[in-house]
């Protein structure tokens, strides 16, 4: 998608130029303010977008009309700019590009403002359509950024196909019932077997937490983690029982091994006696204690208690999928450890697993390796550079600054092992991925910034040993994120002496952590074309290697190399769909299918690409069918990086698909063509586009491993932002991955599907906002920032009704055209149109509000 600018720039006053400043510049960057403002879509009856960067002066001192450049991020490319008024906008490299001011740039004094209009190719759908990251470079300071001040969005009102009203909205949630809370099964995910039996168990400081098994110490830890846990939601000190007391059980929580129950299953049993958990595992013990967590009343959450009230139940439970994970992308922007944990915390909750921990890309490199120090003291580092020589170029709007949050950071070899040992004890497995060949830019200039240091050492032989690009490489190409320096050589011997010392380090932390590795990912995904093509290493390696006729031939090589590497570590190796494809061609056109060589190897595939309509739809199910080991990660349902809908409040990108809520728990993993409603821009699908795609076989079916939730980082700049496009979406995709197939996936006719759905849709819906959406708003250190849906919201004779998507929110409304807070009016009848601006916001149990409804009027 690119971005043809037509740059004009209206100054609100023109005055004479200013000199340029002196070495220290004497105008202070940060007074300066931006804003964009998509204008109009469908500019000059086009596919494409009126826009406006207005720049504002809100120093004291005049900002000069020259002796600067500015720098910004844009996830869409801008061409070479046709500029109509006096400034040069260039594409840098990536998502970086220039502004640069011409001879007829004007000053702009106090209070003043510039604004620049630009067309887009393509209409605006959402805020992450803009510039940002805008910061200022000195021609007197080349070497050195300064961010500027503060950066808004203003609104937009586009009007395109597709387009998510509040009306649509309130069309949407018209069917959802109000459901009592007493109808709802209070354990989440759903269990196999649920029944209440009556009655309730009072749980105080008197409970004795123990085991009735001989050997105590077979579920220690479990029966601390119950402990520990009932503590943090009772006022009172847990009492220390004595001997007899205990044998007594006159109030017991208890933790028993019991054999049969399977790798991961349990039952837990509540009676006006006690909590009674059994499982023949400490995995299944943990999740037996996970489901007394959520049987627990979320009002217990929002603090201690001296007593709860917990309702008697039978449960048995197992998870329908081993493998129930969610990935996370730190490598374009940085999470903390502190939020790492927190998402650590919510997956054990709802008894996810996996735990995809996606380190390193182009934009940053974000784990200590002991044995590379360039890898972080270069790689982890974003700020304005000229060379790379001591840190990456910004990217995803971090600024020209190298001291920010979400740009620059990592994790120490301590700060891993501590997040190993949490995930441990969670019984959540960390897969660490290694981004290569491809979205390996940090690792590449790390390493020729160690090259250069040790060159002008005079220690060549050192120098070159983790070299990952040859420096007389002339090939040209562009990748999906339009870099043109991202990719490894996988020619040079050097790039595996790179691998194998990094896999060496990352097994020595797991040792010392004592946690389980079992493989590494190592990506694999998006290499592009012309790749390799002038690589003089890529010519002297095909020399003496027949094997090796063309560039697609080194795929196969790299990646037999690694599998051996990670293999001789007792591990096997784990990647993205394009690990286990093999390129051929069908009828004159670029075709992939099933490698056959790496089958025997048992390589993990994971799978995203089924993006509805671009002919790959039934990629995952031909591998699995081929008999490789699969993973679903499929764009449509499970990227919750996806923006919920398309509207321009709505953060995210939406390049593979639009996924709400609904769309992770409609997920039908066996059959994922049947749940397929929409297409990738929101509109109902052609089912056309299934025919002659394969079907998942029963073979097949015993190769899927399970499910993969994601979150990549392009857009998360905050931890809140990663909390509210992960959760609630995180629940339904949890749902999905431990349930039981539903029957409503199962069930032939298509109306009775629908409407099994709708009823399944609607319980969900009141169990996240009666139980588990108030819980998480109390959950581990102060809760998450989940997302609250906006009200839908019509005109309706003369009057505004509004509805909400999630039972249990309050909706709130203003008729001043402020937007409403927690004290405004609570809605609870229709609301006559006085002709004010009325607006409409839900909130949650602590006053948190979501987006602002505002209806529009006829």
């Given at each position: 998608m690119r971005y043809y600018l037509t740059i004009i720039l209206t100054a609100i006053t023109f005055v004479n130029a200013m000199a340029k400043p002196a070495d220290e510049p004497k105008f202070n960057a940060r007074d300066l303010s931006i804003s964009w403002q998509a204008i109009q879509n469908d500019y000059q009856n086009k596919q494409q977008s009126l826009n406006a960067v207005t720049i504002t002066n809100n120093g004291k001192s005049t900002f000069p009309a020259s002796g600067w450049k500015m720098y910004f991020n844009s996830a869409r490319l801008i061409a070479p700019a046709t500029t109509t008024g006096n400034a040069t906008i260039a594409f840098v490299n990536g998502d970086l590009f220039s502004l640069t001011?011409?001879?007829?740039?004007?000053?702009?004094?106090?209070?003043?403002?510039?604004?620049?209009?630009?067309?887009?190719?393509?209409p605006v759908v959402n805020i992450t359509d803009g510039p940002e990251g805008f910061y200022v470079v000195w021609d007197t300071q080349p070497d050195k950024g300064y961010n500027i001040g503060a950066f808004a969005i203003k609104p937009f009102k586009p009007s395109y196909v597709g387009l998510i009203t509040p009306a649509i909205i309130y069309d949407q949630n018209k069917n959802i019932q109000d459901l009592p809370e007493q109808q709802l099964t209070k354990v989440f995910p759903t269990p196999v077997s649920y029944k209440e039996t009556g009655g309730y168990f009072t749980l105080d400081k008197h409970v004795i937490v123990g085991t009735a098994i001989i050997d105590e110490g077979a579920f220690s830890e479990e029966r601390n983690i119950l402990k520990s846990y009932l503590q943090s939601i009772l006022s009172d000190k847990l009492i220390e029982p004595t001997r007899s007391e205990t044998v007594k059980q006159l109030k017991a929580a208890q933790v028993n091994f019991v054999q049969g129950f399977g790798s991961e299953g349990y039952e837990l049993n509540v009676d006006v006696h006690g909590i009674f958990i059994q499982a023949s595992t400490a995995e299944g013990a943990f999740y037996g204690i996970q489901s007394l967590k959520t049987l627990i009343p979320a009002s217990a959450y929002a603090h201690p208690q001296k007593e709860i009230q917990i309702p008697c139940v039978e449960i048995k439970d197992s998870p329908r999928f081993p493998y129930r994970a969610f990935m996370i992308d730190v490598g374009r922007n940085f999470q903390p450890k502190s939020e790492i944990l927190k998402v650590l915390d919510v997956m054990a909750l709802y008894k996810l697993n996996v735990f995809h921990f996606h380190l390193t890309d182009d934009e940053g490199w974000r784990l200590e390796i002991p044995s590379i120090p360039e890898l972080t003291s270069v790689g982890?580092?974003?700020?304005?550079?000229?060379?790379?020589?001591?840190?990456?170029?910004?990217?995803?709007?971090?600024?020209g600054e190298v001291d920010n949050k979400t740009g620059t950071g990592y994790y120490t070899k301590a700060d891993f092992i501590e997040i190993l040992k949490y995930a441990d004890k969670l019984h959540i497995q960390v897969v660490p991925e290694i981004e290569s060949p491809g979205h390996a830019r940090a690792a590449i200039k790390s390493m020729n910034a160690r090259y250069n240091r040790l060159m002008a050492e005079g220690k060549k032989t050192e120098a070159e040993h983790y070299l990952l690009y040859d420096p007389n490489d002339k090939s040209q190409y562009s990748s999906n994120q339009y870099w043109n320096d991202n990719i490894m050589d996988v020619s040079l011997p050097s790039t595996y002496n790179f691998v194998e010392t990094v896999v060496n380090d990352v097994v020595n932390m797991y040792k010392e952590a004592a946690a389980p590795l079992k493989t590494i990912n190592f990506g694999g995904d998006e290499v592009p074309a012309h790749v390799w093509e002038k690589s003089p290493a890529y010519l002297t390696l095909k020399a003496s290697h027949p094997e090796i006729q063309n560039t697609g031939d080194l795929w196969y090589y790299f990646y037999g190399r690694v599998n051996q590497l990670v293999k001789a570590k007792g591990l096997y190796l784990s990647g993205w769909e394009e690990m286990a494809l093999r390129k051929t061609a069908l009828d004159g056109k670029p075709f992939y299918v099933p490698n056959p060589d790496f089958m025997p190897e048992h390589l993990q595939a994971e799978v995203w690409n089924n993006t509805l309509g671009d002919g790959n739809e039934d990629l995952a199910y031909k591998l699995a069918n081929a008999g490789y080991k699969t993973v679903l990660t499929c764009v449509t349902n499970l990227y919750f990086d996806m923006a919920n809908y398309k509207s321009f409040d709505e953060p995210g990108y939406y390049w593979g698909a639009f996924a709400d809520a609904d769309k992770p728990f409609s997920f039908i993993p066996y059959d994922y063509f049947k749940n397929s409603k929409v297409d990738k821009n929101g509109l109902p699908i052609n089912r056309n586009i299934f025919i002659g795609k394969?079907?998942?076989?029963?073979?097949?079916?015993?190769?899927?491993?399970?499910?993969?939730s994601a979150v990549w980082g392009e857009n998360i700049k905050s931890t809140d932002r990663l909390e509210y496009m992960m959760l609630p979406r995180l629940l339904a995709f949890a749902e999905r991955a431990w349930s039981k197939d539903p029957d409503w996936a199962t069930e032939t006719n298509p109306a009775k599907s629908d409407s099994l759905y709708?009823?399944?849709?609607?319980?969900?819906?009141?169990?996240?906002?009666?139980?588990?959406?108030?819980?998480?708003?109390?959950?581990?250190?102060?809760?998450y920032n989940y997302r609250i849906p906006k009200p839908g919201v019509i005109l309706q004779d003369g009057k505004y009704l509004a509805n909400n998507q999630i039972?249990?929110?309050?909706?709130?409304?203003?008729?001043?055209?402020?937007?409403?807070?927690?004290?405004?009016?609570?809605?609870?009848?229709?609301?006559?149109?006085?002709?004010?601006?009325i607006k409409f916001r839900a909130f949650d149990t602590k006053g948190r509000g979501g987006n602002v409804s505002e209806p529009v009027t006829p």
């Amino acid at each position: 998608m690119r971005y043809y600018l037509t740059i004009i720039l209206t100054a609100i006053t023109f005055v004479n130029a200013m000199a340029k400043p002196a070495d220290e510049p004497k105008f202070n960057a940060r007074d300066l303010s931006i804003s964009w403002q998509a204008i109009q879509n469908d500019y000059q009856n086009k596919q494409q977008s009126l826009n406006a960067v207005t720049i504002t002066n809100n120093g004291k001192s005049t900002f000069p009309a020259s002796g600067w450049k500015m720098y910004f991020n844009s996830a869409r490319l801008i061409a070479p700019a046709t500029t109509t008024g006096n400034a040069t906008i260039a594409f840098v490299n990536g998502d970086l590009f220039s502004l640069t001011p011409a001879g007829t740039f004007t000053e702009i004094k106090p209070g003043e403002s510039v604004r620049i209009d630009f067309v887009g190719e393509e209409p605006v759908v959402n805020i992450t359509d803009g510039p940002e990251g805008f910061y200022v470079v000195w021609d007197t300071q080349p070497d050195k950024g300064y961010n500027i001040g503060a950066f808004a969005i203003k609104p937009f009102k586009p009007s395109y196909v597709g387009l998510i009203t509040p009306a649509i909205i309130y069309d949407q949630n018209k069917n959802i019932q109000d459901l009592p809370e007493q109808q709802l099964t209070k354990v989440f995910p759903t269990p196999v077997s649920y029944k209440e039996t009556g009655g309730y168990f009072t749980l105080d400081k008197h409970v004795i937490v123990g085991t009735a098994i001989i050997d105590e110490g077979a579920f220690s830890e479990e029966r601390n983690i119950l402990k520990s846990y009932l503590q943090s939601i009772l006022s009172d000190k847990l009492i220390e029982p004595t001997r007899s007391e205990t044998v007594k059980q006159l109030k017991a929580a208890q933790v028993n091994f019991v054999q049969g129950f399977g790798s991961e299953g349990y039952e837990l049993n509540v009676d006006v006696h006690g909590i009674f958990i059994q499982a023949s595992t400490a995995e299944g013990a943990f999740y037996g204690i996970q489901s007394l967590k959520t049987l627990i009343p979320a009002s217990a959450y929002a603090h201690p208690q001296k007593e709860i009230q917990i309702p008697c139940v039978e449960i048995k439970d197992s998870p329908r999928f081993p493998y129930r994970a969610f990935m996370i992308d730190v490598g374009r922007n940085f999470q903390p450890k502190s939020e790492i944990l927190k998402v650590l915390d919510v997956m054990a909750l709802y008894k996810l697993n996996v735990f995809h921990f996606h380190l390193t890309d182009d934009e940053g490199w974000r784990l200590e390796i002991p044995s590379i120090p360039e890898l972080t003291s270069v790689g982890s580092k974003r700020g304005h550079t000229v060379d790379a020589k001591n840190n990456l170029p910004p990217s995803h709007g971090s600024g020209g600054e190298v001291d920010n949050k979400t740009g620059t950071g990592y994790y120490t070899k301590a700060d891993f092992i501590e997040i190993l040992k949490y995930a441990d004890k969670l019984h959540i497995q960390v897969v660490p991925e290694i981004e290569s060949p491809g979205h390996a830019r940090a690792a590449i200039k790390s390493m020729n910034a160690r090259y250069n240091r040790l060159m002008a050492e005079g220690k060549k032989t050192e120098a070159e040993h983790y070299l990952l690009y040859d420096p007389n490489d002339k090939s040209q190409y562009s990748s999906n994120q339009y870099w043109n320096d991202n990719i490894m050589d996988v020619s040079l011997p050097s790039t595996y002496n790179f691998v194998e010392t990094v896999v060496n380090d990352v097994v020595n932390m797991y040792k010392e952590a004592a946690a389980p590795l079992k493989t590494i990912n190592f990506g694999g995904d998006e290499v592009p074309a012309h790749v390799w093509e002038k690589s003089p290493a890529y010519l002297t390696l095909k020399a003496s290697h027949p094997e090796i006729q063309n560039t697609g031939d080194l795929w196969y090589y790299f990646y037999g190399r690694v599998n051996q590497l990670v293999k001789a570590k007792g591990l096997y190796l784990s990647g993205w769909e394009e690990m286990a494809l093999r390129k051929t061609a069908l009828d004159g056109k670029p075709f992939y299918v099933p490698n056959p060589d790496f089958m025997p190897e048992h390589l993990q595939a994971e799978v995203w690409n089924n993006t509805l309509g671009d002919g790959n739809e039934d990629l995952a199910y031909k591998l699995a069918n081929a008999g490789y080991k699969t993973v679903l990660t499929c764009v449509t349902n499970l990227y919750f990086d996806m923006a919920n809908y398309k509207s321009f409040d709505e953060p995210g990108y939406y390049w593979g698909a639009f996924a709400d809520a609904d769309k992770p728990f409609s997920f039908i993993p066996y059959d994922y063509f049947k749940n397929s409603k929409v297409d990738k821009n929101g509109l109902p699908i052609n089912r056309n586009i299934f025919i002659g795609k394969q079907r998942l076989t029963e073979y097949g079916k015993s190769n899927i491993l399970g499910l993969q939730s994601a979150v990549w980082g392009e857009n998360i700049k905050s931890t809140d932002r990663l909390e509210y496009m992960m959760l609630p979406r995180l629940l339904a995709f949890a749902e999905r991955a431990w349930s039981k197939d539903p029957d409503w996936a199962t069930e032939t006719n298509p109306a009775k599907s629908d409407s099994l759905y709708n009823v399944a849709w609607v319980n969900f819906l009141n169990i996240l906002g009666k139980r588990e959406l108030p819980r998480l708003s109390y959950y581990g250190n102060g809760g998450y920032n989940y997302r609250i849906p906006k009200p839908g919201v019509i005109l309706q004779d003369g009057k505004y009704l509004a509805n909400n998507q999630i039972p249990g929110l309050t909706i709130r409304y203003t008729t001043d055209g402020k937007d409403p807070d927690a004290k405004s009016k609570v809605y609870n009848d229709a609301v006559t149109n006085t002709g004010n601006t009325i607006k409409f916001r839900a909130f949650d149990t602590k006053g948190r509000g979501g987006n602002v409804s505002e209806p529009v009027t006829p």
